[in-house]
């Protein structure tokens, strides 16, 4: 697929009332137009009782509705939030699980809610107890924490997808303990 309006290696399988195959065409590609899809360099290969004839043409239109988003996997990371939006209202149309895409939009909302209990949990190890300690076990700490968030993170997110939790739940349930990490941070300092 070069664009939302041109494929490449198009095939496609024709088959009578009792399913059985009656011919097989290839196209070289294929462009929309007029609502349209025109294949070029097609070859049919018609299957007969006993023989199969192929047949050549140089363009056809074949009658085909088809939407080209049904055919490719976006990777959600790399989405803004309204294609990621209507990657969501699309698959719901089509049928298609969509929680991999709602995890992302979801954990892109609360990305500032997120920041902020980080800086919750840092302000700990700043003016906390560790603040007696030296500069190099601070920093180590620090991105000890960091890094649970981070595998935390992946882990919660790959369990909410499996386990089909709620989106919105498997996104805000890690910042919440984080929250209350820090909460306990705070009272362990006092």
Request: glycine share 6%; hydrophobic share 50%; no cysteine.
């Amino acid at each position: 697929m070069a664009s939302s309006r041109q494929v490449y290696g198009v095939t496609r399988f024709q088959f009578n009332k009792a399913h059985r195959l009656v011919a097989a065409s290839r196209a070289a590609s294929g462009h929309l137009e007029n609502n349209r899809w025109i294949f070029t360099n097609v070859i049919t290969s018609v299957i007969g009782k006993h023989s199969v004839a192929q047949e050549k043409q140089a363009s056809a239109s074949w009658p085909l509705t088809f939407n080209l988003h049904q055919f490719t996997a976006l990777d959600p990371t790399t989405l803004t939030l309204t294609k990621l939006h209507q990657q969501i209202k699309y698959g719901r149309i089509s049928g298609v699980n969509t929680n991999k895409y709602q995890i992302t939009y979801w954990e892109r909302i609360f990305q500032p809610l997120t920041t902020l209990i980080m800086v919750l949990v840092a302000i700990p190890f700043v003016f906390g107890p560790l603040r007696t300690v030296s500069i190099g076990l601070r920093l180590l700490s620090g991105i000890i924490v960091g890094l649970v968030f981070y595998i935390l993170n992946q882990l919660l997110t790959s369990f909410g997808l499996v386990y089909q939790i709620s989106p919105v739940l498997a996104a805000l349930l890690l910042p919440i303990l984080f929250f209350i990490f820090s909460l306990f941070l705070f009272w362990w300092k006092s």
